[in-house]
Nanobody
C-alpha cells in the first residue's frame, strides 16, 4: 500500500493562488494513478483532477478546468495541484488519493488510498 500526506493548504483571497503537495511513501509511486478530490461542509466528496502513471495525461472537473493544474514528480514521490484564480466556492478540504484500478474514473469509490486532507479557504 501507499501512505499519502498532503500539505500547502491555507487561507487565500479570491483571485489568489495556492499549490498543494502530496508526498507518498510505501510502494512504488509510479504504480498509481493519482487524483485530487475535495469536500466542502455538508457536501459529498467530489473529483477535482487526475494524472496518469507517468504524468503524460490529465483530466479535470469542469469547475476547475483552466484554473487548476495537476502534475507529478515520481522521483520525489509527489503529486501537486496548482490552483489559480481561486474562488470562494473552491473552499473545501482537499484530499489526494491513489488508484490501482485504472485510468478514467472520477469516482472516489475507485480510489484505494487517501491522505488526511488539507484545508483550503478562499475569502471573498
Amino acid at each position: 500500500q501507499v501512505q499519502l500526506v498532503e500539505s500547502g493548504g491555507g487561507l487565500v483571497q479570491a483571485g489568489g493562488s495556492l499549490r498543494l503537495s502530496c508526498v507518498g511513501s510505501g510502494r512504488t509511486f509510479s504504480n498509481y494513478v493519482l487524483g485530487w478530490f475535495r469536500q466542502a461542509p455538508g457536501k459529498e466528496r467530489e473529483f477535482v483532477a487526475a494524472i496518469s502513471w507517468s504524468g503524460g495525461s490529465t483530466y479535470y472537473a469542469d469547475s476547475v478546468k483552466g484554473r487548476f493544474t495537476i502534475s507529478r514528480d515520481n522521483a520525489k514521490n509527489t503529486v501537486y495541484l496548482q490552483m489559480n484564480s481561486l474562488k470562494p466556492e473552491d473552499t473545501a478540504v482537499y484530499y489526494c488519493a491513489a488508484n490501482v484500478a485504472g485510468w478514467g474514473t472520477r469516482s472516489s469509490r475507485d480510489y484505494d488510498y487517501w491522505g488526511q486532507g488539507t484545508q483550503v479557504t478562499v475569502s471573498s
